[in-house]
């Protein structure tokens, strides 16, 4: 009963907001009459990032005074998502603090669309035409009674929100400057047409984190495809570090069952937390790669910055907008800061016996001029004698010029009788490392020109003896193949 009740509701106020839009006199260009416009606008303060004690009314220039408006500031629009307790959501507060720490001359706004975010679903999806047109009915208004300048206005919305941002921004006046959208919701999304749903038009620049995309399309979290100018998927998209069973289950014995709703969104609302490291984290961003695949990703393949080929994830992405989107990669640390740095490994393994194993397992472990990081795993699906293999790791330390690595074998968990008999090993003279942060390609030398790398035997140490930079702008471009040192 009450959920046809309020489908009427629904069907009411979007007919309404249909006749109003055709009849060329939607209340935004009327310029009086706001009424019907149910979602608040909350001006927060550096000093209160929690409360909700500003409220911006549409229509009443006095309130923008009354709250401190700052009319020559940016400003940031915060949208929330689909709520199931009616109530904000933690990350909030911690957003709006990041992103006055980061602009304190901004204005930070908080729409509460709560009521409408609160309903079954499919509802609340209904609904985001409506809030979207609230919002850009609100900033329509601000520029024509402040003359607010539109290129100051930067919406950030958090799943549903997302898309309510997006469709506020395809009904302003003119084009807001930015919007990012965090995880924007999949279900009822996927497939829909760039007008309901977030998309590049919506914003002069519109770039997007992809953090829960798990399953099929249509039923994931968040949405798959690319919707924006930039779309990052961090480790992936799919799934978030830390955000696992195994985790969970720590957390609930540390903290209680008080943090299981949490849990259930910890992917999901990573893409937040990825934002507000980047506001926090000013001066290391995280990089994120153009990628034809995550697959592709995981082999290395994709660290180049050439042609844009990088961006920096979240506050400080550069404004590339491509005719078509593409899907960039990183990977990221459980916890923030999320920042690692990544490299790709080039190995040739010789020999002159023959040898192939499947699913071995490595450690590399890399020196530098500011720090080390050893013992980072890797796991080949296969190993081949007179075989080249490509590979990614990745280190939270950041370790400077790479000036050493070290290369261990590790034998099998079970005992295995064929390594028994065979001693497997594999020549190696050179290895290469290209760094995706710096752009530098080191090739490390045997210190005895050839090494002999042994399973279940010590690590191997290669020394730097020649590096040049990947993004040289002069100077001839000898190396078109991908993949060629
Ligand atoms: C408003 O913003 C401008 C530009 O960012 C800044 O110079 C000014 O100090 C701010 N005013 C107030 C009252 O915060
Ligand atoms: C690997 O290649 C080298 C050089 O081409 C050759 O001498 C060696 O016999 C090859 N090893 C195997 C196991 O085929």
Same mark, same amino acid.
């Given at each position: 009963m009450k959920s046809k009740a309020l489908l009427l509701v629904v069907l009411g106020l979007w007919l309404q907001s249909l006749t109003a839009s055709h009849g060329g006199v939607a209340a935004a260009d009327r310029?009086?009459?706001?009424?019907?416009?149910e979602s608040k606008f909350v001006l927060r303060t550096p000093e209160d990032?929690?409360?909700?004690?500003?409220h911006l009314i549409p229509g009443v220039a006095e309130s923008v005074a009354n709250c401190h408006f700052n009319h020559s500031g940016k400003t940031f629009v915060v949208i929330h998502g689909w709520t199931v307790t009616g109530m904000y959501e933690s990350w909030i507060p911690k957003l709006v603090a990041a992103l006055y720490k980061r602009e304190p001359d901004s204005n930070v706004i908080v729409v509460d669309w709560l009521l409408r975010a609160q309903q079954h679903y499919p509802v609340s999806v209904g609904y985001t035409k409506l809030v979207g047109n609230d919002v850009a009915r609100f900033i329509n208004w601000m520029e024509d009674e402040f =003359? +607010? $300048? @539109?290129? =100051?206005v930067h919406l950030l919305g958090y799943s549903l929100g997302a898309h309510v941002a997006g469709i506020a921004g395809s009904l302003t006046n003119k084009k807001v400057s930015r919007i990012t959208g965090l995880d924007p919701a999949g $279900? =009822?999304?996927?497939?829909?047409?760039a007008p309901s749903r977030l998309s $590049?038009?919506?914003?002069y620049f519109v770039d997007v984190l992809h953090t829960f995309t798990r399953g099929s399309p249509g039923r994931? &979290?968040? &949405?798959?495809k690319p919707v924006g100018h930039v779309d990052i998927y961090p480790n992936g998209g799919t799934f978030q570090p830390g955000c696992n069973i195994g985790e969970a289950i720590r957390v609930i014995a540390e903290k209680?069952?008080?943090d299981m709703d949490q849990l259930v969104k910890c992917s999901h609302e990573r893409s937040v937390h990825l934002f507000i490291d980047s506001l926090l984290n000013e001066e290391n961003p995280s990089k994120a790669y153009r990628c034809s695949s995550k697959e592709a990703f995981d082999k290395g393949l994709c660290l180049s910055c050439r042609k844009n080929r990088c961006n920096n994830l979240g506050?400080?992405?550069?404004?590339v907008r491509a005719k078509r989107s593409s899907k960039m990669y990183l990977k990221t640390r459980?916890?923030? $800061? +999320?920042k690692v740095f990544h490299y790709q490994v080039k190995i040739h393994f010789s020999g002159t016996e023959s040898y192939t194993q499947t699913n071995q397992l490595f450690e590399i472990s890399l020196y530098g001029t500011v720090a080390e990081s050893e013992n980072i795993p890797v796991t080949l699906p296969e190993v081949s004698t007179n075989k080249t293999y490509f590979f990614l790791i990745y280190t939270?330390?950041? &370790?400077?010029? @790479?000036l050493l690595l070290k290369l261990k074998w590790k034998s099998d968990s079970y005992f295995g009788w064929s390594d028994w008999w065979s001693k497997p090993s594999f020549a190696i003279e050179k290895i290469r490392v290209k760094a995706g942060e710096t752009q530098k390609k080191v090739i490390f030398c045997s210190r005895n020109k050839v090494s002999h790398l042994q399973k279940g035997k010590a690590a191997e140490v290669f020394v730097k003896c020649y590096s040049r930079s990947l993004n040289r702008k002069s100077g001839r471009q000898t190396h078109t193949k991908k993949n060629s040192i």
């Open positions: 310029g009086s009459d706001f009424r019907d416009i990032t929690v409360e909700d004690t500003c =003359n +607010y $300048p @539109l290129d =100051n $279900p =009822n999304f996927e497939y829909a047409e $590049p038009d919506d914003a994931s &979290i968040g &949405i798959q209680g069952f008080g506050y400080e992405v550069h404004k459980a916890q923030m $800061p +999320y939270p330390v950041d &370790i400077g010029e @790479l």
